[in-house]
């Protein structure tokens, strides 16, 4: 395991000390505790309150709408389709995503002290030879980069260009014309990531929310390539940092003062195998290419016991800035009381006891995803993989009309999902 911890304790995401967390609570001395742990959470979910829906047929299309265990139910109701379109003034009309600027932008920037803005000067002139639609060298973005490396301009160059070389290596500069996103975009919806953007904080920031305990990522490490995970979590990344954009632009409000809240609320044992920390490091690394220093705080909110206990034993490995910026409580009531210390409960979503709930959902899914701790639906991820080797061709999830496939009743949106159940599917995909 020391060799997870030193690949991991060398990344400054944000989210790094997640992944050594997660390793930690896979040790002997929390073996016991954890399984104890896993079975009261076994009867506090069955025990929940379900959700309720109007009843509706079986449509042809989608199959079975009324039945959660089918990826139909998610994407009749939208979930998650919503996800980076919430910020507009009128969220959920506007369906268009927010796309990625692949030239310079005149982004706001945040007051700058005089070592600051000679670094960023000095940085721009050490990147001029960038030119090519998506090496953006605006001064927002540099800046973002020269904070991600403590003010190093050396350091910071040299990740800008990694970060560019890692966009080049998977063509996210033609993400909008020559992905298939009918797969990475609409397809998953609603299980890839299961959260979104939900408003803006009590000091102006932008809030992001996760269900990080029901992800279910070890489900779909077992049953989707790599290849393909990453793919869908780059273009969750690169349409977040597009509706932040889009947001800094008509606000006028700087990037970095955004809070990421993670709910923890459904972890179990599966989430602390070492190949799956190894995994989910590797896209912790991947994000913080894409989307470096936007964060001012990080909410872990309804942590099991056990996290909490290895937060306290790993935080003092983390940089001081990073610990500083995280926050862990346990229990709901805590956990209310941590958000409501940094945004209004008109954002909160009702589940947790704020005010936020759309059309009569507490769970927020049409913005958070699908709802709940169940893996996800089978036939959600037989159907990805589908689309994924078709090219995109998916009469599923296709209009009549040949438009948005959520313009009528299909809807879909992200998450990640589940428990172990089949092997990996050996086909091998064309993921472009």
Known sequence: MAPIFRELITSNSLLTFIVIALSLLSLHHVWQGLLAWKKSASHRRDAGNVFQIPTSHENPILG???????????????????????????????????????????????????????GLEEFSIRVQDLK?????????????????????????????????????????HRMETHWNLKAYDDCFAPWWA?????????????????????????????QLPFAVLQKLDAVHMVRTLAAFEEDSMRRRVPLGNAILILDLHGLGFEDCNPQVARAYGKLVKYRDMLMPNTL??????????????????????????????????SGNAKSLALLQKYISNDIIPAYLGGKMCIDGDPECSKILGASGANQVPQDAIDRLLEVVRNGGEDPLIQTRDGGDPFAEEAGCFSACCGLYRRDRKSTRLNSS
């Open 296 to 329: 001012k705080h990080v909410l872990l909110i309804r942590a099991p016991r056990v996290f909490s206990i290895a937060w306290g034993m790993v935080k003092n490995l983390l940089d001081p800035v990073t610990r500083d910026k995280v926050e862990v409580v």
């Open 132 to 172: 090519e639609p998506g090496e953006r060298t605006d001064s927002a973005t540099l800046l973002r980069f020269l904070r991600a490396r403590k003010g190093n301009v050396e350091a910071a160059e040299a990740y800008l260009r990694q970060a560019l070389h890692y966009r080049a290596e998977l063509d996210i």
């Open 194 to 222: 299961r959260g979104g953007i939900i408003g803006h904080s009590l000091e102006g920031g932008i809030v992001g929310f996760e269900k990080f305990g029901t992800c279910c990522f070890p489900q779909l490490l077992q």
């Open 64 to 118: 079975d709408t009324t039945d959660p265990s089918h990826a139909a139910y998610a994407w009749s109701r939208q979930q998650g389709r919503f996800k980076h379109t919430s910020l507009r003034q009128e969220p959920f009309a506007d369906a268009k995503r927010p796309a990625y600027s692949l030239v310079n932008l005149d982004l706001p920037l945040p007051p700058l002290c005089p070592k600051e803005c000679a």
